[in-house]
């Protein structure tokens, strides 16, 4: 019995035992996300692309646009060549100013209009055009859209480079990052926008609780570990919290009334199509944000089609130009988005039915 350890001796070596445990274990899987992302670093892919990046675009001397396409540009990224004709925008050849006959569409939008991993002929512009065709209404749809622009940007790109083509009607392709301007094309041309390296979008604030943490928090974000943790637990989703934002809201609010009054102006139809982001269709978390998209371009005198529907018929994996992307579609997301839209741009008016395209 003389060995006997006390029992507050006992405790407190049992402690030490499992909090020495558990900081060994954290230790361990510090150790271990170190040395994968060493493993896959992606820097140099991340130079590569930059470097296609300023290929592909030149600063603009419009300072809402910041930046545009490069006249006469082939350059190979994303798993596929971009060119860009004389005029400035995605397409194989020139476009000639004389409509000839056909009827002339204009596609406004970002990366996910512009079609970015997708050859130009897949691109479900293309396919609106070849199909409109086929069908016996000779059309061209040109398209204007511009990786990283949001939505400010791509109606000035109507007022800047669409009026001298003399469209019949214009499609805005809006998606949920549009409100935000932050994206791996502007830093480069604009270096208020820089981001971290290998960051495509800017990071919400991670709350506990109604309380907003300090970004960065000096000490703790050191640790790979608890900045995964934390991002995952307690950061504020992205794409609500900028389709929430009451500034931001304004702004696309303005941009979009802005287009219908350019429009209405001319006497020219046009069209807002909303693009949702490829998670959780069945159960889509954003429809609130569609929901005012939506009004705003109705009161705007605009056409709208919702696309969420349509994407529910496949699988959010096929959907994606690749995996984890939940903005761009694959080839499959491209002929989706055509059939979706076909009736509406067949319409003189650019006018869906509602049963073709709303949720």
């Not at 949920?176 to 290998?198: V, Y």
Request: proline fraction near 5%.
């Amino acid at each position: 019995m003389g060995n006997t350890i006390p029992r507050h001796r006992e405790f407190f070596i049992r402690t030490g035992l499992v909090c020495f445990g558990l900081a060994a274990g954290v230790l361990l899987v510090e150790g271990f996300l170190r040395a994968r992302e060493t493993l896959t670093n992606t820097s140099s892919e991340n130079e590569t692309v930059e470097r296609a990046t300023l290929r592909l675009h030149v600063a603009s001397d419009d300072p809402v646009l910041k930046y545009e396409l490069r006249p006469g540009a082939a350059v190979e990224r994303d798993g596929t060549i971009y060119r860009v004709n004389a005029q400035g925008f995605r397409a194989n050849d020139d476009v000639q100013l004389e409509k000839r006959g056909k009827r002339r569409i204009l596609l406004l939008g970002d990366s996910v209009a512009f079609g970015r991993g997708v050859d130009y002929e897949d691109t479900f512009g293309q396919l609106i055009e070849r199909q409109l065709t086929a069908n016996g209404m000779p059309t061209e749809v040109l398209n204007l859209s511009v990786l990283g622009y949001k939505t400010s940007q791509e109606v000035r790109m109507l007022e800047r480079r669409g009026w001298q083509l003399n469209p019949d009607g214009v499609i805005l392709a809006f998606c949920l990052n549009d409100f935000d301007d932050f994206s791996g094309e502007l830093p480069l041309f604009d270096p208020s926008g820089r981001l971290p390296p290998g960051r495509y979008q800017r990071l919400p604030p991670r709350r506990l609780g109604s309380i907003e943490l300090p970004e960065p928090m000096p000490l703790l974000d050191r640790s790979l570990l608890f900045r995964k943790l934390s991002g995952r637990l307690l950061r504020i989703d992205y794409y609500r919290w900028i389709g929430t934002d009451r500034a931001l809201r304004k702004e696309v609010a303005e941009a979009i009334s802005r287009l219908g009054k350019l429009l209405s102006e001319r006497g020219i139809p046009g069209l807002v199509v909303i693009f949702p982001l490829l998670h959780q269709l069945d159960d889509y978390p954003y429809e609130g944000i569609h929901q005012f998209v939506a009004s705003e371009a109705l009161a705007a005198r605009l056409s709208v089609a919702d696309l969420t529907t349509a994407f529910r018929s496949e699988r959010t994996e096929v959907l994606r130009v690749r995996p984890g992307d939940v903005l761009h579609l694959s080839k499959v997301g491209h002929a989706i988005t055509a059939r979706a839209l076909i009736r509406c741009t067949a319409d003189a008016g650019l006018r869906c039915r509602k049963r073709d395209v709303l949720p």
